[in-house]
């Protein structure tokens, strides 16, 4: 039996009061809402999924097409507390960025064990979420999260043309564990995964993955 998010609440809510006028004014007319359910249903489904075990795996935080693969100096990091061995400019971090489409399952996910020690959530612009400027002018929210080994993973959540609610559900203090959801975005978006650790990510531009169900790289030592 498929699982649907929690999310779908106030719309299935909407849906069903919509269908309760339309069946006694004209009957024909419910079918708008009835497929309007059905559509909210594929959309907030929330599938179950058998996470990877191997404690050096990266686990796919969402459902998606892969956007890129690089190394970079994320722009956030001074939203969160500096380390001493950082370097100046900043330290170069291992991303894998997913983009989301309507279709794709919006659950958003813990990409490894540890301990969430911060977020930071920026207002932006609605920019599609596949572009380039999409990575910086776009609104976002930024989990930071520890692993066991001490290094750093963020996790960031972006919005895009369509979508319009980031939600997060997890905070500084609380443990996760690889798999393990971290929040829901409303309608079609993006989400990137930044390690600390080198990873020998095993997935390339336009590859599709699955949150939580699929290994999409290991850290190095």
Same mark, same amino acid.
């Given at each position: 039996?498929?699982?649907?998010?929690?999310?779908?609440?106030?719309?299935?809510?909407?849906?069903?009061?919509?269908?309760?006028?339309?069946?006694?004014?004209?009957?024909?007319?419910?079918?708008?809402?009835?497929?309007?359910?059905?559509?909210?249903?594929?959309?907030?489904?929330?599938?179950?999924? +058998?996470?990877? @075990?191997?404690?050096?795996? *990266?686990? &796919?935080?969402? =459902?998606?097409?892969?956007? /890129? !693969?690089?190394? $970079?100096?994320?722009?956030?990091?001074?939203?969160?507390?500096?380390?001493?061995?950082?370097?100046?400019?900043?330290?170069?971090?291992?991303?894998?960025?997913?983009?989301?489409?309507?279709?794709?399952?919006?659950?958003?996910?813990?990409?490894?064990?540890?301990?969430?020690?911060?977020?930071?959530?920026?207002?932006?612009?609605?920019?599609?979420?596949?572009?380039?400027? +999409?990575?910086? @002018?776009?609104?976002?929210? *930024?989990? &930071?999260?520890? =692993?066991?080994?001490?290094? /750093? !993973?963020?996790? $960031?959540?972006?919005?895009?043309?369509?979508?319009?609610?980031?939600?997060?559900?997890?905070?500084?203090?609380?443990?996760?564990?690889?798999?393990?959801?971290?929040?829901?975005?409303?309608?079609?978006?993006?989400?990137?995964?930044?390690?600390?650790?080198?990873?020998?990510?095993?997935?390339?531009?336009?590859?599709?993955?699955?949150?939580?169900?699929?290994?999409?790289?290991?850290?190095?030592?």
């Amino acid at each position: 039996m498929m699982r649907v998010h929690r999310e779908i609440r106030p719309f299935a809510a909407a849906a069903v009061l919509a269908a309760i006028p339309a069946a006694w004014l004209w009957p024909p007319a419910i079918v708008a809402p009835a497929l309007a359910l059905v559509a909210l249903v594929f959309f907030f489904r929330d599938p179950r999924r +058998a996470v990877p @075990r191997d404690p050096t795996a *990266v686990v &796919a935080p969402a =459902d998606g097409r892969v956007l /890129r !693969v690089d190394r $970079v100096v994320p722009d956030f990091l001074g939203d969160f507390p500096a380390r001493d061995a950082d370097s100046a400019g900043g330290p170069a971090f291992d991303r894998l960025a997913i983009f989301l489409s309507l279709l794709d399952v919006h659950v958003v996910r813990a990409p490894c064990a540890g301990t969430v020690t911060g977020k930071a959530y920026r207002r932006g612009r609605f920019l599609h979420a596949g572009s380039p400027e +999409a990575e910086t @002018r776009n609104e976002r929210n *930024v989990i &930071a999260i520890e =692993d066991e080994t001490g290094g /750093r !993973v963020f996790v $960031v959540q972006s919005a895009g043309l369509v979508a319009r609610k980031i939600l997060c559900f997890v905070g500084p203090g609380d443990r996760v564990a690889a798999g393990d959801e971290l929040g829901f975005i409303r309608f079609g978006s993006r989400v990137d995964v930044f390690v600390e650790a080198p990873v020998a990510f095993g997935k390339a531009v336009g590859d599709r993955v699955h949150g939580g169900a699929e290994t999409i790289g290991r850290r190095r030592s």
